[in-house]
Protein backbone atom coordinates (compact mmCIF):
# COMPACT_ATOMS: atom_id res chain seq x y z
CA UNK A 1 0.00 0.00 0.00
CA UNK A 2 1.38 3.45 -1.02
CA UNK A 3 0.53 5.61 2.08
CA UNK A 4 1.27 8.43 0.48
CA UNK A 5 -0.92 8.46 -2.60
CA UNK A 6 -3.88 7.16 -0.33
CA UNK A 7 -3.54 10.42 1.97
CA UNK A 8 -2.82 12.52 -1.26
CA UNK A 9 -6.31 10.56 -2.64
CA UNK A 10 -8.19 11.40 0.62
CA UNK A 11 -7.00 15.17 1.21
CA UNK A 12 -8.41 15.61 -2.86
CA UNK A 13 -11.91 14.03 -2.11
CA UNK A 14 -12.05 16.42 0.87
CA UNK A 15 -11.41 19.61 -1.42
CA UNK A 16 -8.53 20.37 0.97
CA UNK A 17 -5.22 22.33 -0.05
CA UNK A 18 -2.20 20.76 1.44
CA UNK A 19 -1.33 23.88 3.68
CA UNK A 20 -5.07 23.74 4.36
CA UNK A 21 -4.46 20.00 6.00
CA UNK A 22 -1.24 20.79 7.28
CA UNK A 23 -3.01 23.06 8.98
CA UNK A 24 -5.73 21.37 10.93
CA UNK A 25 -3.08 19.03 11.45
CA UNK A 26 -0.80 22.02 13.04
CA UNK A 27 2.28 20.54 10.02
CA UNK A 28 4.04 22.12 7.70
CA UNK A 29 3.10 22.04 4.19
CA UNK A 30 6.33 20.96 3.15
CA UNK A 31 5.75 17.90 5.03
CA UNK A 32 3.00 17.05 3.78
CA UNK A 33 3.69 17.40 0.56
CA UNK A 34 6.82 14.73 1.16
CA UNK A 35 4.83 12.33 2.87
CA UNK A 36 2.15 12.70 -0.11
CA UNK A 37 5.08 11.77 -2.54
CA UNK A 38 6.72 8.72 -0.07
CA UNK A 39 9.65 10.81 0.40
CA UNK A 40 9.17 10.64 4.39
CA UNK A 41 7.45 8.49 6.32
CA UNK A 42 4.81 10.23 9.53
CA UNK A 43 5.24 8.75 12.89
CA UNK A 44 2.07 6.95 14.23
CA UNK A 45 0.62 9.73 16.23
CA UNK A 46 1.05 11.94 13.05
CA UNK A 47 -0.69 9.80 11.07
CA UNK A 48 -3.26 9.39 13.18
CA UNK A 49 -4.19 13.21 13.07
CA UNK A 50 -3.79 13.22 9.60
CA UNK A 51 -6.39 10.88 9.16
CA UNK A 52 -8.76 12.78 11.78
CA UNK A 53 -8.18 15.55 9.74
CA UNK A 54 -9.24 13.74 6.67
CA UNK A 55 -12.38 12.40 8.46
CA UNK A 56 -11.44 8.80 9.18
CA UNK A 57 -9.42 6.45 10.62
CA UNK A 58 -6.76 3.85 10.93
CA UNK A 59 -8.57 1.13 10.78
CA UNK A 60 -10.59 2.13 7.91
CA UNK A 61 -7.57 3.93 6.34
CA UNK A 62 -5.95 0.53 5.85
CA UNK A 63 -8.57 -1.31 5.07
CA UNK A 64 -9.27 -2.09 1.51
CA UNK A 65 -12.55 -2.93 1.41
CA UNK A 66 -14.57 0.02 3.18
CA UNK A 67 -17.99 0.04 2.77
CA UNK A 68 -20.00 2.83 2.58
CA UNK A 69 -22.88 3.12 5.59
CA UNK A 70 -26.06 3.51 3.85
CA UNK A 71 -28.79 3.09 6.16
CA UNK A 72 -28.90 4.21 9.76
CA UNK A 73 -31.25 2.30 12.44
CA UNK A 74 -32.83 4.09 15.58
CA UNK A 75 -30.74 2.69 17.97
CA UNK A 76 -27.70 4.38 16.15
CA UNK A 77 -29.31 7.67 16.77
CA UNK A 78 -27.47 10.00 18.98
CA UNK A 79 -30.05 12.24 21.16
CA UNK A 80 -28.96 15.15 22.82
CA UNK A 81 -31.21 17.50 25.36
CA UNK A 82 -31.19 20.88 26.47
CA UNK A 83 -33.95 21.61 28.81
CA UNK A 84 -32.91 25.25 29.61
CA UNK A 85 -34.04 25.72 25.59
CA UNK A 86 -36.36 22.85 25.31
CA UNK A 87 -34.79 21.26 22.81
CA UNK A 88 -34.16 18.02 21.07
CA UNK A 89 -31.32 17.09 18.92
CA UNK A 90 -31.30 13.45 17.25
CA UNK A 91 -28.10 12.91 15.15
CA UNK A 92 -29.58 10.79 13.06
CA UNK A 93 -26.07 9.87 10.65
CA UNK A 94 -23.98 8.85 13.58
CA UNK A 95 -20.53 11.06 12.87
CA UNK A 96 -21.92 12.66 9.93
CA UNK A 97 -19.64 15.54 11.33
CA UNK A 98 -16.85 14.15 9.00
CA UNK A 99 -19.06 14.59 5.96
CA UNK A 100 -19.66 17.64 3.94
CA UNK A 101 -23.31 17.76 5.43
CA UNK A 102 -24.75 17.22 8.97
CA UNK A 103 -28.61 15.95 8.95
CA UNK A 104 -30.70 16.32 12.50
CA UNK A 105 -33.67 15.70 13.44
CA UNK A 106 -34.95 18.35 15.72
CA UNK A 107 -37.41 18.98 18.54
CA UNK A 108 -38.82 22.19 19.85
CA UNK A 109 -40.70 22.20 22.55
CA UNK A 110 -43.30 25.23 23.09
CA UNK A 111 -41.71 28.28 23.98
CA UNK A 112 -38.25 26.36 23.03
CA UNK A 113 -35.64 27.43 20.94
CA UNK A 114 -31.74 26.77 19.57
CA UNK A 115 -28.74 28.52 20.59
CA UNK A 116 -27.79 31.26 18.87
CA UNK A 117 -25.17 30.20 16.08
CA UNK A 118 -23.05 32.92 15.07
CA UNK A 119 -22.14 33.08 10.96
CA UNK A 120 -20.35 30.80 8.97
CA UNK A 121 -19.64 29.18 6.00
CA UNK A 122 -21.68 27.24 4.42
CA UNK A 123 -25.27 26.45 4.02
CA UNK A 124 -28.80 25.64 5.83
CA UNK A 125 -31.91 23.78 4.76
CA UNK A 126 -34.63 22.28 7.10
CA UNK A 127 -38.14 20.97 6.42
CA UNK A 128 -40.80 21.44 9.52
CA UNK A 129 -42.46 17.91 9.46
CA UNK A 130 -44.72 19.58 12.53
CA UNK A 131 -45.79 22.12 14.26
CA UNK A 132 -44.54 25.64 13.25
CA UNK A 133 -41.46 27.64 14.26
CA UNK A 134 -39.81 31.14 13.59
CA UNK A 135 -36.45 31.26 11.51
CA UNK A 136 -34.39 34.16 13.07
CA UNK A 137 -31.80 35.26 10.49
CA UNK A 138 -30.57 38.71 12.11
CA UNK A 139 -32.46 41.07 12.96
CA UNK A 140 -35.24 39.30 10.20
CA UNK A 141 -37.88 36.44 11.50
CA UNK A 142 -39.58 34.15 9.19
CA UNK A 143 -42.01 31.91 10.17
CA UNK A 144 -42.41 28.00 9.06
CA UNK A 145 -44.88 25.94 9.06
CA UNK A 146 -45.63 22.09 8.48
CA UNK A 147 -44.60 20.71 5.41
CA UNK A 148 -42.51 24.04 4.57
CA UNK A 149 -38.44 24.44 4.25
CA UNK A 150 -36.24 26.94 4.60
CA UNK A 151 -33.02 27.28 3.06
CA UNK A 152 -30.09 30.30 3.81
CA UNK A 153 -26.51 30.96 3.37
CA UNK A 154 -25.90 31.51 7.48
CA UNK A 155 -24.02 34.76 6.87
CA UNK A 156 -26.04 36.75 9.99
CA UNK A 157 -26.58 35.11 13.56
CA UNK A 158 -29.00 32.87 13.29
CA UNK A 159 -31.07 30.64 15.43
CA UNK A 160 -34.58 28.61 14.99
CA UNK A 161 -37.52 29.24 17.86
CA UNK A 162 -41.17 27.69 18.73
CA UNK A 163 -43.86 29.81 19.48
CA UNK A 164 -46.65 27.80 18.96
CA UNK A 165 -48.66 25.37 21.41
CA UNK A 166 -47.37 22.08 20.34
CA UNK A 167 -44.12 20.42 19.75
CA UNK A 168 -41.95 21.14 16.61
CA UNK A 169 -39.74 18.67 14.47
CA UNK A 170 -37.68 19.98 12.29
CA UNK A 171 -35.02 17.81 10.00
CA UNK A 172 -32.34 20.15 9.60
CA UNK A 173 -29.19 20.21 7.30
CA UNK A 174 -26.20 22.08 8.21
CA UNK A 175 -22.90 22.00 5.43
CA UNK A 176 -19.92 22.08 6.68
CA UNK A 177 -21.24 20.61 9.60
CA UNK A 178 -21.92 22.84 12.87
CA UNK A 179 -24.12 21.65 15.16
Not at 56 to 69: L, Y
Not at 129 to 148: A, C, D, P, T
Amino acid sequence: MNIGEKIKRLRIKKQLTQEELANRCELSKGFISQVERDLTSPSIATLLDILESLGTNIKDFFNETIDEKIIFKNEEVFVQENIDFKYQIHWIVPNSQKNRMEPILLSLDPGGATEIDDPHEGEEFGFILSGSINIHLGNQVFKGRKNESFYFKPVVSHYLSNTGSSKAKILWVSTPPSF
